[in-house]
DNA sequence: TATCAGGGCCTAG
DNA sequence: CTAGGCCCTGAT
């Protein structure tokens, strides 16, 4: 069916910006994103008009929020600069960009996999644990899994988990897949906790520290007034804003100009590329 | 081929 | 608070 999306939306951005890592592009202009047991093949036929291969109740309970299709993005880059030239110009770089709502068990597993890797060996780790434990969901002659669930990877032999690239992040992960089937830490529970409750309850688990656990409460939970620091977000601090961390001035938008500027950091303009 | 850094976290000091 | 180790990959 097709769907009609007026605000910043560019399919190459949101999946490039390094908050979800099994989104891929295929033959003809079509993208395939994958959440929790859901697929979607998506493709843009013009501006604000898209393909998809789901239907009307899917698109409105799963991938609408998964895109935060409700958030006005517009606005929100007309006004976050605040007058930094530096914010502004990374809005603008970032423009079609959004902040995914994710699965929030995936988005867990994801994060602790993303500790110390660069995002095409994040991919790879992913697609392994995918393609080992995970069901099949694609679509005929489009082969792929479901990120394996809580279950299956508690299951799952050390060696085995070992052997999708995890590393030493290997404990990190059985340490959540246990903590989680058990219901010792249930996901879906601790949703109702405010941010700082949330951030502190995800933490719980073995190779959770702050800046994983701010990336699940923004991309797992939609709570965008938490603004994840990694070492791209602090060679920005750094360089243009005087070691002083400028996102508690955001607000609850915090989260949504990381993203911006993150992705700026990541692919500067060309007038912009010192540093 | 060798080296380094990569969307950190844990532990020890 | 700071330094080092960690397991593996991708980039140079």
């Known amino acids: 069916m097709q769907v009609e999306i007026r605000d910043d939306f560019d399919l190459q951005k949101i999946a490039a910006c390094g908050q979800c890592f099994r989104a891929k592009p295929l033959a003809g202009g079509v993208w395939r994103f994958l959440t929790g047991r859901h697929v979607l093949y998506i493709k843009k036929l013009a501006d604000g008009l898209y393909d998809v291969s789901c239907g009307e109740a899917d698109w409105q309970a799963v991938w609408a929020p998964y895109f935060d299709l409700a958030r006005d993005y517009g606005a929100l880059r007309a006004q976050a600069d605040g007058g930094c030239p530096f914010v502004r110009d990374a809005v603008q770089c970032g423009c079609g960009l959004r902040v995914l709502r994710q699965d929030p068990w995936e988005t867990l597993v994801t994060f602790i996999i993303s500790q110390r890797k660069n995002i095409p060996a994040i991919s790879r780790a992913v697609e392994l644990l995918a393609a080992r434990f995970g069901e099949p969901v694609g679509a005929a002659g489009e ?42 830490l249930d996901l879906r529970a601790i949703a109702v906790l405010d941010d700082e409750a949330l951030f502190q309850a995800l933490q719980q688990v073995r190779g959770v520290g702050r800046k994983v656990a701010d990336c699940v409460c923004l991309f797992g ?18 360089g243009q804003f005087g070691g002083r961390n400028p996102f508690p001035a955001y607000g609850e938008n915090a989260g949504i100009v990381q993203q911006y500027i993150f992705y700026y950091q990541k692919n500067p303009t060309s007038s912009n590329r010192e540093k």
């Not at 995890?166 to 989680?180: P, Q, S, W």
């Not at 939970?221 to 750094?238: L, N």
């Open 221 to 238: 939970y939609g709570r965008t007034a938490r603004a994840p620091v990694d070492v791209w977000i602090a060679r920005a601090i750094d």
């Open 143 to 184: 082969p792929v899994c479901a990120f394996p669930t809580p279950e299956a990877l508690a299951a799952a032999a050390p060696e085995a988990l070992a052997a999708c690239s995890l590393g030493y992040r290997t404990a990190y992960v059985r340490d959540a897949a246990e903590k989680v089937s058990s219901g010792e």
